[in-house]
């Protein structure tokens, strides 16, 4: 076998939602953001896991998305979309009961015009200059907007992953300002935001990363496991090269595992030199150029060189991968790429 094995602990996931879902009360209804396939892991499998466990309200980015988690989940389940309504999305919108939360007059104009008396949200901008109404706007037309039922009126936060953000409070006070005594249930917290505490949780939350256990939720159970398998071994003398562009030279005999992932997988070019993986637990340190579908690996301090070597693990997250790159365990996530074999225990307690 010539591909990776990425592994999906469901009830990990579910550890983590459960873990999430005890940080609000009781009056708070706990969602699930499943979009980009699940921030990668797979949002079919996910979906009907946490579904199956009681979550209903789930949310995706585009219409899309939406129709695919459909055909997952069945009837029931309330699927929100971030994007909204778009031109060219009425149709499945309407067919397949999805819940667009509207981001301008424009889209409030479409669904009201298009899908009348359908489920719809509104999303609101607080300050993060993304989507949404901003306040004028929300003035405008609120009172129409709020007579026709919402499902759902959220905003999101810009800084949620940074506690101490002053940004945090301006926003949730501007969420305020813009919906107090409203009937609609209220949303501003995704997975930072729930960390934040009581005051951000209103009535539903939205968290997405925490589940795959990725910061900000650093106390998450860990959902991953990549491995990818060692196809060559050789040994390097002193003064030898390995990999393109001869991007890493040996100062003394070297043993080098060449093992079966590379960019084309997600696993980005600034890895090259940088990052480790680990065998059973032992870091060993990649050499040289991460190429397309290779990575070349030191393994000299192994007495025994195992079949696979692990890239993601206990020992080495998602942000502590990403943190060798300058990014964040989210862009780890939706990279992880097509070729591998995706194996998933557990769920089945759900
Ligand atoms: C992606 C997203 C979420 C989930 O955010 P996490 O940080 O992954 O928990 C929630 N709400 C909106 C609007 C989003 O775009």
């Given at each position: 076998?010539?591909?990776?094995?990425?592994?999906?602990?469901?009830?990990?996931?579910?550890?983590?939602?459960?873990?999430?879902?005890?940080?609000?009360?009781?009056?708070?209804?706990?969602?699930?953001?499943?979009?980009?396939?699940?921030?990668?892991?797979?949002?079919?499998?996910?979906?009907?896991?946490?579904?199956?466990?009681?979550?209903?309200?789930?949310?995706?980015?585009?219409?899309?998305?939406?129709?695919?988690?459909?055909?997952?989940?069945?009837?029931?389940?309330?699927?929100?979309?971030?994007?909204?309504?778009?031109?060219?999305?009425?149709?499945?919108?309407?067919?397949?009961?999805?819940?667009?939360?509207?981001?301008?007059?424009?889209?409030?104009?479409?669904?009201?015009?298009?899908?009348?008396?359908?489920?719809?949200?509104?999303?609101?901008?607080?300050?993060?200059?993304?989507?949404?109404?901003?306040?004028?706007?929300?003035?405008?037309?609120?009172?129409?907007?709020?007579?026709?039922?919402?499902?759902?009126?959220?905003?999101?936060?810009?800084?949620?992953?940074?506690?101490?953000?002053?940004?945090?409070?301006?926003?949730?006070?501007?969420?305020?300002?813009?919906?107090?005594?409203?009937?609609?249930?209220?949303?501003?917290?995704?997975?930072?935001?729930?960390?934040?505490?009581?005051?951000?949780?209103?009535?539903?939350?939205?968290?997405?990363?925490?589940?795959?256990?990725?910061?900000?939720?650093?106390?998450?159970?860990?959902?991953?496991?990549?491995?990818?398998?060692?196809?060559?071994?050789?040994e390097v003398e002193a003064g030898e090269?390995?990999?393109?562009?001869?991007?890493?030279?040996a100062?003394?005999p070297t043993?080098?595992?060449?093992?079966?992932?590379?960019?084309?997988?997600?696993?980005?070019?600034?890895?090259?030199?940088?990052?480790?993986?680990?065998?059973?637990?032992?870091?060993?340190?990649?050499?040289?150029?991460?190429?397309?579908?290779?990575?070349?690996?030191?393994?000299?301090?192994?007495?025994?060189?195992?079949?696979?070597?692990?890239?993601?693990?206990?020992?080495?997250?998602?942000?502590?991968?990403?943190?060798?790159?300058?990014?964040?365990?989210?862009?780890?996530?939706?990279?992880?790429?097509?070729?591998?074999?995706?194996?998933?225990?557990?769920?089945?307690?759900?």
């Open positions: 076998m010539a591909t990776g094995t990425l592994r999906i602990d469901l009830d990990a996931v579910l550890a983590n939602w459960r873990a999430l879902d005890a940080k609000s009360g009781r009056d708070t209804e706990t969602g699930a953001v499943v979009k980009a396939d699940s921030y990668g892991l797979g949002a079919a499998r996910v979906a009907r896991m946490l579904a199956r466990a009681g979550v209903r309200k789930f949310f995706v980015a585009a219409t899309e998305e939406g129709a695919m988690l459909r055909q997952s989940l069945g009837e029931g389940p309330e699927i929100f979309v971030f994007s909204g309504h778009m031109a060219g999305d009425t149709e499945m919108i309407g067919d397949l009961g999805l819940t667009p939360m509207l981001n301008s007059i424009e889209q409030v104009t479409r669904h009201f015009e298009a899908l009348p008396g359908t489920p719809f949200g509104i999303q609101l901008d607080t300050g993060m200059n993304r989507l949404g109404l901003e306040m004028p706007e929300w003035q405008a037309i609120g009172e129409i907007v709020l007579n026709a039922g919402p499902k759902l009126v959220m905003s999101h936060l810009a800084c949620a992953d940074e506690p101490d953000h002053p940004m945090n409070a301006a926003q949730l006070a501007e969420f305020h300002r813009m919906t107090d005594g409203i009937s609609a249930p209220r949303s501003l917290a995704a997975t930072g935001g729930i960390l934040l505490g009581p005051e951000y949780h209103f009535d539903v939350t939205r968290p997405g990363v925490g589940l795959y256990g990725g910061a900000p939720f650093t106390n998450a159970t860990p959902v991953v496991r990549l491995s990818l398998p060692v196809v060559q071994l050789r090269i390995v990999g393109y562009s001869c991007g890493w030279q100062e003394t043993r080098i595992a060449t093992i079966a992932a590379g960019y084309a997988d997600g696993l980005t070019r600034a890895f090259s030199n940088k990052a480790m993986v680990y065998a059973n637990g032992v870091p060993c340190p990649i050499r040289g150029r991460v190429s397309m579908d290779l990575i070349t690996v030191d393994v000299s301090h192994l007495s025994e060189v195992p079949a696979a070597l692990d890239i993601l693990c206990p020992e080495q997250g998602v942000d502590d991968l990403a943190s060798v790159a300058g990014t964040i365990g989210y862009e780890i996530l939706t990279s992880l790429g097509h070729r591998y074999r995706r194996h998933y225990a557990g769920g089945t307690g759900a």
